[in-house]
């Protein structure tokens, strides 16, 4: 790959510049966020969808996606510029990354034509929130386990079941799901998946509070709840291809979204004093920064690598989950030391009180989810041994079993 810019992609990186430079503030730090004077969810919400539709109505919307559903036909790697010029602002990002990253492309493989007219272009402005209605209390790695039941009547479907971690279930509008329709086939098999409006009767929300203080996700009860026919993607029972697309993309938008804080790391280490000189100059401390700088190089060209088969047309591929597992653990192993290089300082959690804008306290408190949403770090180390390295499967003593006759501790289905 040629790392230079075209002439055309430098034409298009300064139109990036010019409308970022009038619309939004350089950041100071990786964890800086526009939400940092958002009291509630409300806020929060208020001020992503002003910055959303700022960014509809200039033609920088989901840039990646068709003009007819609300994006630019931009290419692969315009949409890469874009990434890396954004990177460098202050902009809300996060409350529609499933919609746009994961609903919205699901919704474009499966859809028929006048959904995709009708919702697409509400996503990308932001004026419709999704979520996604996957994991279970007993169904998350293992996502082909889900219990959730979806019963055919009449025109209808009648829901009844219950998902977790469900985020932004609580201020969302509609709700990819996914359902077990036929229990007597193997658990890939008999599963449907939907979209339903999170406003539906017998829909029940319950945000679950987490450690940090914020609820971001929920639990959501189904019950009798209807769904028409016509909100069904793809074929019934063919829920678990439907499901990998979602889960395809899921995995390049968390990875991609999460950023690398080695840099305020190596910043912190020069403004903090450890045995009487700056940590900078301690070898520990350097031995350490030496470490996270060469696995922030390794993803640095691996994911050119992902951008070079993006550009050729194929399938983002297993080196989403590789970057997304490190830069998981970059995050969440550099907050951890940057916390202790703080000293008795790092226990204060507190905007005014702790040292550095407690930007430590909160990536130290949010990483560990890093690690667990789109995939938890086992989860991705199984694909990338099985998929990169060609290493034996899993073991999967249930894939060929009729779900209902999987024993469930000494509970059958
Ligand atoms: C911040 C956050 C947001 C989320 N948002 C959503 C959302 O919007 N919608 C949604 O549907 N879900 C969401 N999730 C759920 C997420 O997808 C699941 O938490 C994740 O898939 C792990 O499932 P689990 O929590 O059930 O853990 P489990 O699957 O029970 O795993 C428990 C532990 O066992 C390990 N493990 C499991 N199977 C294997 C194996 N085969 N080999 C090795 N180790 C294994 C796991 O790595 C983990 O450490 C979110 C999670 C988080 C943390």
């Known amino acids: ?73 931009a290419t692969p790697i315009q949409q890469v510029i874009w990434n890396q010029e954004v990177s460098r602002y202050v902009t809300p990002d996060g409350m529609f990354i499933i919609g746009q990253g994961m609903c919205g492309p699901t919704l474009m493989a499966y859809a028929t034509e006048e959904q995709k007219q009708r919702y697409l272009p509400r996503i990308a402005s932001g004026e419709e929130v999704w979520c996604q209605l996957f994991s279970e209390p007993v169904a998350g ?3 082909a386990g889900i219990k959730t039941r979806a019963v055919r009547d009449g025109d209808d479907w009648v829901i ?17 799901l996914i359902t077990r329709t036929d ?20 829909v029940e929300v319950r945000p679950i509070k987490q450690i940090n203080g914020n609820s971001d996700f929920n639990e959501v009860y189904f019950t009798d709840v209807r769904i028409p026919d016509s909100q069904r993607l ?29 840099l305020d790391v190596f910043k912190a280490a020069q403004q903090i004093d450890l045995e ?24 640095k060209y691996t994911t050119y690598r992902m951008i070079t088969a993006l550009s050729r047309g194929d ?25 202790d290089m703080q000293d008795m300082g790092g226990i204060l959690d507190d905007e005014e009180l702790s040292g550095f804008g407690n930007q430590f306290q909160r990536q130290f408190l949010r990483s560990p989810a ?26 999967r003593p249930d894939k060929n079993v009729p779900f209902n006759e999987v024993p469930q501790g000494n509970v059958k289905q």
């Open 1 to 73: 790959m040629d790392f230079k810019d075209t002439p055309q992609e430098a034409e298009f990186r300064a139109e990036v510049r010019a409308f970022l430079d009038q619309h939004a503030r350089p950041r100071q730090s990786s964890t800086e966020s526009a939400f940092d004077a958002a009291g509630s969810d409300g806020d929060r919400l208020g001020i992503a969808k002003k910055w959303q539709k700022t960014l509809a109505d200039n033609g920088w919307a989901c840039i990646n996606w068709p003009k007819a559903y609300g994006g630019r036909d």
């Open 183 to 202: 229990p007597t086939q193997p658990k890939h098999k008999g599963l449907t998946m939907f979209f339903l409006d999170m406003k539906s009767p017998g």
């Open 234 to 262: 793809g074929a019934p029972g063919e829920g678990w291809k439907v499901a990998l697309v979602t889960l395809m993309n899921e995995r390049l938008a968390v990875g991609s979204g999460l950023s690398n804080s080695v």
């Open 370 to 395: 890093n690690r667990i949403e789109g995939g938890s770090d086992e989860i991705l180390r199984n694909i990338i041994a099985e998929r990169v390295l060609g290493m034996p499967a899993d073991i």
């Open 276 to 299: 009487d000189e700056p940590a900078i100059q301690n070898k520990a401390v350097r031995d350490h920064l030496a470490d996270w700088y060469c696995r922030e190089m390794g993803l």
């Open 160 to 176: 009844n079941g219950q998902k977790v971690w469900t985020s932004g279930a609580h201020y969302s509008d509609w709700g990819l």
């Open 315 to 339: 399938d983002p591929g297993p080196e989403a989950s590789i970057s997304k597992v490190v830069v998981g653990a970059n995050n969440n192993e550099s907050a951890n030391f940057a916390l």
């Open 141 to 143: 790695s293992d996502l």
